[in-house]
Protein backbone atom coordinates (compact mmCIF):
# COMPACT_ATOMS: atom_id res chain seq x y z
CA UNK A 1 0.00 0.00 0.00
CA UNK A 2 1.78 3.29 -0.84
CA UNK A 3 -0.92 6.08 0.14
CA UNK A 4 -0.62 7.59 3.45
CA UNK A 5 -1.16 5.97 6.59
CA UNK A 6 -1.87 7.00 10.07
CA UNK A 7 -1.34 5.37 13.34
CA UNK A 8 -3.36 4.32 15.68
CA UNK A 9 -6.83 4.80 14.05
CA UNK A 10 -8.61 4.94 17.07
CA UNK A 11 -7.62 6.54 20.32
CA UNK A 12 -9.62 6.37 23.18
CA UNK A 13 -8.15 8.69 26.43
CA UNK A 14 -9.28 10.33 29.72
CA UNK A 15 -8.98 14.14 29.87
CA UNK A 16 -5.63 15.47 30.85
CA UNK A 17 -4.00 12.54 29.28
CA UNK A 18 -1.00 13.26 26.57
CA UNK A 19 -1.90 11.55 23.20
CA UNK A 20 0.33 11.24 20.23
CA UNK A 21 -0.30 10.55 16.94
CA UNK A 22 1.77 9.29 13.47
CA UNK A 23 1.66 9.73 10.16
CA UNK A 24 3.68 8.32 7.10
CA UNK A 25 2.95 9.98 3.89
CA UNK A 26 3.28 9.10 0.26
CA UNK A 27 7.14 7.93 -0.77
CA UNK A 28 8.81 11.39 -1.47
CA UNK A 29 6.19 13.44 -0.69
CA UNK A 30 8.12 16.86 0.30
CA UNK A 31 5.21 18.69 1.86
CA UNK A 32 2.95 17.06 4.83
CA UNK A 33 -0.47 18.47 6.51
CA UNK A 34 -2.41 17.61 9.76
CA UNK A 35 -5.99 18.48 9.20
CA UNK A 36 -9.18 18.20 12.06
CA UNK A 37 -12.37 16.88 11.13
CA UNK A 38 -15.46 17.08 13.88
CA UNK A 39 -18.52 15.47 12.82
CA UNK A 40 -20.71 16.91 10.22
CA UNK A 41 -18.14 19.73 9.61
CA UNK A 42 -15.55 19.60 6.79
CA UNK A 43 -11.54 19.03 7.70
CA UNK A 44 -9.55 22.03 9.19
CA UNK A 45 -6.11 23.11 8.23
CA UNK A 46 -4.19 22.58 11.32
CA UNK A 47 -0.46 22.53 10.16
CA UNK A 48 2.15 22.09 7.16
CA UNK A 49 5.67 20.92 6.87
CA UNK A 50 7.85 20.96 4.02
CA UNK A 51 10.17 18.37 4.33
CA UNK A 52 11.01 18.85 8.22
CA UNK A 53 10.49 22.77 8.77
CA UNK A 54 6.79 23.88 10.05
CA UNK A 55 6.13 26.75 7.61
CA UNK A 56 2.40 27.19 8.82
CA UNK A 57 0.27 27.02 11.90
CA UNK A 58 -3.22 27.61 12.59
CA UNK A 59 -4.88 29.37 15.25
CA UNK A 60 -6.77 26.87 16.36
CA UNK A 61 -3.22 24.97 17.09
CA UNK A 62 -3.18 26.11 20.69
CA UNK A 63 0.18 25.72 22.65
CA UNK A 64 -1.15 22.09 24.14
CA UNK A 65 -0.68 21.05 20.31
CA UNK A 66 2.37 20.04 19.04
CA UNK A 67 3.59 19.10 15.89
CA UNK A 68 7.10 17.76 14.44
CA UNK A 69 8.48 15.86 11.17
CA UNK A 70 12.01 15.26 12.43
CA UNK A 71 13.88 13.65 9.81
CA UNK A 72 10.91 15.06 6.61
CA UNK A 73 9.23 11.35 6.00
CA UNK A 74 6.94 10.73 9.08
CA UNK A 75 5.20 12.95 11.20
CA UNK A 76 3.81 13.41 14.42
CA UNK A 77 0.99 15.57 16.19
CA UNK A 78 1.02 15.49 20.14
CA UNK A 79 -1.77 16.70 22.21
CA UNK A 80 -0.89 17.91 25.55
CA UNK A 81 -3.63 17.88 28.74
CA UNK A 82 -6.48 16.58 26.19
CA UNK A 83 -9.96 18.32 26.66
CA UNK A 84 -13.27 16.97 25.47
CA UNK A 85 -12.70 19.66 22.94
CA UNK A 86 -10.17 17.92 21.22
CA UNK A 87 -12.76 14.73 20.12
CA UNK A 88 -12.58 14.43 16.92
CA UNK A 89 -10.75 12.78 13.44
CA UNK A 90 -7.20 13.90 12.87
CA UNK A 91 -6.48 13.69 9.16
CA UNK A 92 -2.81 13.80 7.53
CA UNK A 93 -2.50 14.49 4.08
CA UNK A 94 0.71 14.72 1.71
CA UNK A 95 1.84 16.30 -1.65
CA UNK A 96 4.50 16.83 -4.01
CA UNK A 97 3.21 19.79 -6.14
CA UNK A 98 0.23 18.59 -6.72
CA UNK A 99 -3.13 17.56 -4.94
CA UNK A 100 -3.00 16.36 -1.24
CA UNK A 101 -3.67 12.84 -0.76
CA UNK A 102 -5.19 12.02 2.68
CA UNK A 103 -5.32 9.04 5.28
CA UNK A 104 -7.82 7.62 7.14
CA UNK A 105 -7.35 9.53 9.95
CA UNK A 106 -7.03 8.60 13.45
CA UNK A 107 -10.02 9.53 15.78
CA UNK A 108 -9.75 10.72 19.29
CA UNK A 109 -12.55 10.31 21.74
CA UNK A 110 -11.48 11.84 25.01
CA UNK A 111 -13.76 11.04 27.86
CA UNK B 1 -13.88 32.35 8.94
CA UNK B 2 -15.27 30.18 6.76
CA UNK B 3 -15.08 30.74 2.91
CA UNK B 4 -16.86 28.22 1.50
CA UNK B 5 -20.07 26.66 1.89
CA UNK B 6 -22.87 24.19 0.36
CA UNK B 7 -26.55 24.75 -0.67
CA UNK B 8 -27.78 21.52 0.92
CA UNK B 9 -26.99 19.22 3.84
CA UNK B 10 -28.73 16.39 1.90
CA UNK B 11 -29.28 15.06 -1.67
CA UNK B 12 -31.32 11.97 -2.59
CA UNK B 13 -31.06 11.14 -6.01
CA UNK B 14 -32.24 7.91 -8.15
CA UNK B 15 -29.47 5.50 -9.31
CA UNK B 16 -28.74 5.87 -12.75
CA UNK B 17 -29.82 9.92 -12.67
CA UNK B 18 -27.21 12.15 -13.02
CA UNK B 19 -26.34 14.75 -9.51
CA UNK B 20 -26.15 18.24 -9.26
CA UNK B 21 -24.39 19.31 -5.91
CA UNK B 22 -23.88 22.58 -5.48
CA UNK B 23 -21.23 24.78 -3.57
CA UNK B 24 -20.97 28.83 -3.08
CA UNK B 25 -17.75 30.85 -1.82
CA UNK B 26 -16.99 33.81 -1.01
CA UNK B 27 -12.99 34.40 -1.05
CA UNK B 28 -12.40 35.12 -4.98
CA UNK B 29 -8.56 34.70 -4.40
CA UNK B 30 -8.55 31.33 -4.83
CA UNK B 31 -6.74 29.87 -7.57
CA UNK B 32 -8.00 26.19 -7.47
CA UNK B 33 -11.32 24.82 -6.48
CA UNK B 34 -11.63 21.11 -5.45
CA UNK B 35 -14.21 18.62 -5.06
CA UNK B 36 -13.73 15.73 -2.31
CA UNK B 37 -15.65 12.73 -1.65
CA UNK B 38 -15.25 11.27 1.74
CA UNK B 39 -17.07 7.76 2.24
CA UNK B 40 -17.60 6.75 5.87
CA UNK B 41 -14.29 5.88 8.26
CA UNK B 42 -12.18 7.32 5.21
CA UNK B 43 -10.62 10.54 4.68
CA UNK B 44 -11.42 12.48 1.82
CA UNK B 45 -10.58 11.58 -1.49
CA UNK B 46 -9.82 14.20 -4.24
CA UNK B 47 -12.22 14.07 -7.14
CA UNK B 48 -11.18 16.83 -9.48
CA UNK B 49 -10.28 20.59 -9.59
CA UNK B 50 -10.85 23.57 -11.61
CA UNK B 51 -8.43 26.56 -11.59
CA UNK B 52 -10.08 29.89 -10.99
CA UNK B 53 -9.51 30.66 -14.88
CA UNK B 54 -11.75 28.28 -16.21
CA UNK B 55 -15.58 27.72 -16.19
CA UNK B 56 -16.12 24.22 -16.89
CA UNK B 57 -13.57 21.29 -16.34
CA UNK B 58 -14.54 17.21 -16.95
CA UNK B 59 -13.28 13.83 -15.91
CA UNK B 60 -14.88 10.14 -15.55
CA UNK B 61 -18.18 10.98 -15.12
CA UNK B 62 -18.03 13.59 -13.47
CA UNK B 63 -17.94 17.86 -14.24
CA UNK B 64 -17.19 20.64 -12.46
CA UNK B 65 -18.37 24.25 -13.64
CA UNK B 66 -17.38 27.36 -11.76
CA UNK B 67 -19.43 30.51 -12.21
CA UNK B 68 -16.90 33.56 -11.01
CA UNK B 69 -19.81 36.21 -11.57
CA UNK B 70 -22.32 34.61 -8.82
CA UNK B 71 -19.22 32.66 -6.69
CA UNK B 72 -20.79 29.87 -7.85
CA UNK B 73 -18.92 25.59 -8.25
CA UNK B 74 -20.82 22.73 -8.76
CA UNK B 75 -20.10 19.12 -8.97
CA UNK B 76 -21.90 17.08 -11.51
CA UNK B 77 -21.81 13.35 -11.96
CA UNK B 78 -24.02 11.25 -14.56
CA UNK B 79 -25.38 8.02 -13.89
CA UNK B 80 -25.30 7.98 -10.31
CA UNK B 81 -24.27 4.83 -8.64
CA UNK B 82 -24.45 3.18 -5.69
CA UNK B 83 -20.93 3.35 -4.91
CA UNK B 84 -21.13 7.44 -5.47
CA UNK B 85 -22.80 7.57 -1.71
CA UNK B 86 -20.91 9.43 0.34
CA UNK B 87 -20.14 13.17 1.20
CA UNK B 88 -19.00 15.80 -0.84
CA UNK B 89 -16.93 18.35 -0.33
CA UNK B 90 -16.08 21.87 -2.31
CA UNK B 91 -12.68 23.17 -0.98
CA UNK B 92 -10.77 26.01 -2.48
CA UNK B 93 -7.04 26.91 -2.22
CA UNK B 94 -4.48 29.01 -3.72
CA UNK B 95 -2.33 26.39 -5.01
CA UNK B 96 -2.65 23.36 -5.13
CA UNK B 97 0.08 21.88 -3.05
CA UNK B 98 -1.64 25.24 -0.15
CA UNK B 99 -3.30 24.44 2.77
CA UNK B 100 -6.83 23.65 1.71
CA UNK B 101 -10.26 25.40 3.21
CA UNK B 102 -13.01 22.84 2.99
CA UNK B 103 -16.83 23.65 2.92
CA UNK B 104 -19.35 21.52 5.01
CA UNK B 105 -20.55 18.81 2.94
CA UNK B 106 -23.33 17.72 1.10
CA UNK B 107 -24.00 13.81 1.84
CA UNK B 108 -25.60 12.11 -1.44
CA UNK B 109 -27.95 9.50 -0.99
CA UNK B 110 -28.43 6.94 -4.03
CA UNK B 111 -32.12 5.65 -4.02
CA UNK B 112 -32.42 2.06 -5.49
Known amino acids: DTGVSQDPRHKITKRGQNVTFRCDPISEHNRLYWYRQTLGQGPEFLTY????????KSRLLSDRFSAERPKGSFSTLEIQRTEQGDSAMYLCASSEYNEQFFGPGTRLTVL | GESVGLHLPTLSVQEGDNSIINCAYSNSASDYFIWYKQESGKGPQFIIDIRSNMDKRQGQRVTVLLNKTVKHLSLQIAATQPGDSAVYFCAENKGRDDKIIFGKGTRLHILP
Open chain 1, 49 to 56: FQNEAQLE
